[in-house]
């Protein structure tokens, strides 16, 4: 296992909610908005959260590759590590086609470019923002959300995102703006519970 994280959940677990933190956080940042996902659901889910494997330069919180400025060949040797986690959590009892993958801002980056190349449920990204070399080759649904006054990410990252998802045929996608900052606004957690009722 090439990454640290914390999990909640019981051996009773029949599907996996799998977080990943944005640039400056750790695997506690995104616990309560998996919580509040999985709450009153008729699954038993487990969370798992990673933590990024690098602290950030100012040693406050860890990135999964250096940001400021972006070293992308640095995110290309992330991105295979975390292949590798979640193929490794796909072997223990809960496969990946009953699992989530959710990522908030360098960590939606992070899902998209991950969830795209494995067979996942559900990927999600929140503020996120598409890799360079970013190509989606899984037919997986996908979520996107993204604030409208976001100053950290703009919003036209995810509608970038989502234009090259369609010209690339994966249909089940959608995208959804909100009058918000760089933050994961709550009545997209409804849309997301939403939707794992109707795949699940």
Not at 7 to 19: A, F, V
Not at 171 to 188: A, G
């Amino acid at each position: 296992m090439n990454h640290e994280y914390v999990s909640i959940g019981s051996q009773n677990s029949t599907h996996r909610i799998i977080l990943l933190h944005g640039w400056g956080a750790d695997e506690n940042d995104l616990l309560p908005i998996g919580k509040a996902i999985i709450q009153d659901l008729c699954f038993h889910f487990e969370i798992i959260s990673l933590k990024a494997p690098t602290p950030c330069s100012n040693n406050l919180g860890w990135q999964w590759y250096s940001l400021f400025p972006p070293n992308w060949n640095e995110a290309e040797i992330a991105l295979d590590k975390l292949l590798e986690t979640l193929k490794e959590f796909d072997k223990n009892g809960i496969s990946l086609k009953k699992t989530i993958l959710l990522g908030f801002s360098q960590g939606a980056a992070m899902a998209l470019n991950a969830g795209l190349k494995l067979d996942f449920g559900l990927v999600i990204s929140c503020s996120g923002y598409p890799h360079p070399r970013w190509n989606p080759i899984r037919n997986n649904p996908v979520l996107i959300s993204h604030g409208l006054q976001d100053n950290v990410v703009p919003i036209d990252a995810s509608r970038e995102i989502s234009i090259q998802l369609k010209n690339n045929k994966i249909s089940n996608t959608k995208l959804y703006e909100y009058n918000c900052s760089h933050s994961i606004h709550p009545d997209f957690i409804e849309v997301i519970r939403l939707k794992i009722k109707e795949l699940f």
